[in-house]
């Protein structure tokens, strides 16, 4: 059984920065995606970045790209995204998802494994 833990989240200042990580357990082998995405209420939920955890290929939205970094370590199985240069707009519910071959590796309908989801909240 999946199953994906969020932590890291909190309130930073524009400009600041968060390290978000996502524990997983029973997680897909050597084959699998591991992405981040993120909603705001009343909005859809949109991704931020995803690895791939047998190569380390890796996806990013462009509205992060230069500023987000996703990473894993295989050793413990946990999930990271580093968050640089906070904007307000990037304040958001964030959520770690899984799959094993999700068709688009940023569109949430793709993926089957949810976490509960931590808070982060860019103050200027």
């Known amino acids: 059984q999946v199953q994906l833990v969020e932590s890291g989240g909190g309130s930073v200042q524009a400009g600041g920065s968060l390290r978000l990580s996502c524990a997983t357990t029973?997680?897909?082998?050597?084959?699998?995606?591991v992405g981040w995405f993120r909603q705001v209420s009343g909005k859809e939920r949109e991704g931020v970045a995803t690895?791939?955890?047998?190569?380390?290929?890796?996806y990013y939205a462009a509205s992060v790209k230069g500023r987000f970094t996703i990473s894993q370590d295989n050793a413990n199985g946990t999930v990271y995204l580093q968050m640089n240069n906070l904007k307000p707009e990037d304040t958001a519910m964030y959520y770690c998802?899984?799959?094993?071959?999700?068709?688009?590796?940023?569109?949430?309908?793709?993926?089957?494994?949810w976490g509960q989801g931590t808070q982060v909240t860019v103050f200027s």
């Open positions: 998802a899984a799959e094993r071959y999700p068709g688009d590796k940023l569109r949430a309908r793709d993926f089957g494994y």
């Open positions: 029973g997680l897909l082998g050597r084959d699998g995606y």
């Open positions: 690895i791939y955890n047998g190569r380390g290929a890796t």
